[in-house]
């Protein structure tokens, strides 16, 4: 029987030994959860909750471990680092509010092999972070040597393999139904509503329906977008976003003013849906052939006719349609016509924001002297809300682009002096 090395002998006792107690210190313990879409499916029994009960029966003869605080993700794949609940978990890493994260297992950190590897071996050692997940017996204080060295990156590796597998299996039968003309989204358009026999069919919203048709016969009469939203907006009709989170059909509310724009307008007005027919796969993403979330072109969409009852007529659909297309004609038509007009550059561009809307202010380009060659250019920062809604969205705004960038130029200068004036008070105490 061949010797073994005393280097050996000593890693063996180190790994058989029971993980010590750290008695000086108490960690500030995160709890954290994560559940996707597709395991609500699988497995109904999963639930966050379970997830957390395991987590607190697990702190419970562990003094040391101080649960300050629960973060979770439902329906969130863990392919994905920018969830709302583990980025919050990380804004308060960063703080220092926490000092250990618990987990179930490392799959409800992450799928992703290279991402959840950099949060174990480089971002939680840098913030002086423990890391512990439970059923995988993983403790970054204490790690046990074999899983340390080969167990935890394979599982890792395992966690991401699944993850593509799924996506390759999802992908394929999301794309059949899309054939089939079922709708495969988690909320139907607005004018519509899930069957509650069949959640892949669409029926009718009855509430809405005279509006969406509203909405068509008014442009294909000729009224602009900015003269529609301005009607619905005046008659107190919420918009899409809105509706929706009224009615209880989605969670968050991503228009709290509820007025209609262009931009939620135009997505009516272009979807085939209210003629019966289903366009799906318009953006696309597949994590097991690396593309990430983009926009199809027109042919590699499906498309398939008469899959629900119609709210609008054919007709009026192909009219507006073709409005629609001479417009933009006409807007391409234009290009190029005053190039010899100076151009300024936008030097606050995504900086300088409407202070009661929040939203940022448009360089706007005026011309007067239309006999002139050139004509007089002037150059104003405007609130494009009120722009678009007038005083229903925001208040009038229209300010000079050279009084707006001189006061900055001031206020960027003070700052200059004031901290020049601190650096020589630091520098003559020292």
């Known amino acids: 029987m061949a010797r073994k090395s005393r280097k050996q002998n000593l890693l063996l006792q180190q790994a058989a030994a029971p993980a ?35 987590l607190r029966e697990y702190l419970k003869d562990k003094p040391y471990l101080q649960a300050v605080g629960e973060y979770t993700d439902d329906g969130v794949t863990g392919t994905r680092f920018d969830r709302p609940g583990f980025m919050r978990m990380t804004e308060d890493m960063r703080a220092g509010k926490i000092d250990c994260i618990i987990v179930k297992d490392l799959s409800r950190l992450g799928r992703n092999y290279l991402e959840t590897g950099d949060y174990l071996e480089k971002i939680f050692p840098f913030f002086g972070v423990r890391f512990i997940a439970v059923t995988d017996g993983y403790d970054s204080v204490c790690p046990d040597v074999t899983e340390e060295g080969l167990v935890v990156p394979l599982k890792n590796l395992i966690n991401d393999i699944y ?11 999301h794309y059949t139904r899309q054939r089939q003309g079922k709708f495969i989204g988690s909320s139907a358009p607005y004018g ?16 809405v329906r005279d509006i969406v048709w509203n909405i068509f016969h008014w442009r294909a009469d000729g009224e602009s977008l900015t003269a529609i939203v301005r009607r619905l907006n005046d008659n107190g009709i919420p918009c899409p976003s809105k509706y929706k989170y ?11 003013s509820g007025l209609w724009q262009a931009s939620s307008l135009s997505r009516v007005l272009e979807n085939p849906v209210y003629v019966g027919d289903m366009e799906q796969g318009i953006n696309r993403a597949a994590l097991y052939k690396g593309m990430a979330n983009r926009r199809m072109p027109v042919e590699e969409r499906v498309y398939v006719k008469d899959t629900h009852e119609p709210v609008v007529e054919r007709e009026i659909f192909d009219k507006v349609r073709q409005q629609r297309e001479k417009d933009s004609a006409k807007f391409k038509s234009r290009y190029g016509m005053h190039d010899k007009i100076s151009k300024e550059p936008n030097l606050l561009k995504g900086i300088l924001v409407c202070g009661d809307c929040g939203k940022n202010m448009t360089l706007w380009r005026d011309r007067s002297g239309a006999k002139l060659d050139p004509p007089r250019v002037y150059y104003k920062y405007i609130c494009r809300t009120y722009q678009m809604l007038k005083e229903k969205g925001c208040s009038r705004k229209r300010l000079d682009k050279k009084d707006v960038e001189k006061a900055v130029e001031e206020g960027i200068r003070m700052h200059i002096k004031l901290f020049l004036a601190t650096k020589i008070k630091l520098v003559a105490k020292n």
Do not use: F, M
């Not at 993850?163 to 039968?173: E, F, P, Q, Y």
């Not at 009224?246 to 709290?256: E, M, W």
């Open 20 to 54: 010590p107690t750290p008695a000086c210190k108490v960690y500030r313990t995160a709890l954290y959860a994560r559940l996707s879409a597709d395991e609500h499916i699988r497995d109904a029994g999963t639930t966050i909750e379970n997830q957390l009960c395991l």
């Open 163 to 173: 993850a593509k597998d799924l996506s390759r299996k999802v992908s394929s039968a």
């Open 192 to 207: 519509y509503v899930k069957s509650p026999e069949d959640h892949n069919l669409l029926i009718v919203d009855e509430e």
């Open 246 to 256: 009224l009615k209880g059909r989605v969670k968050k509310d991503r228009a709290p």
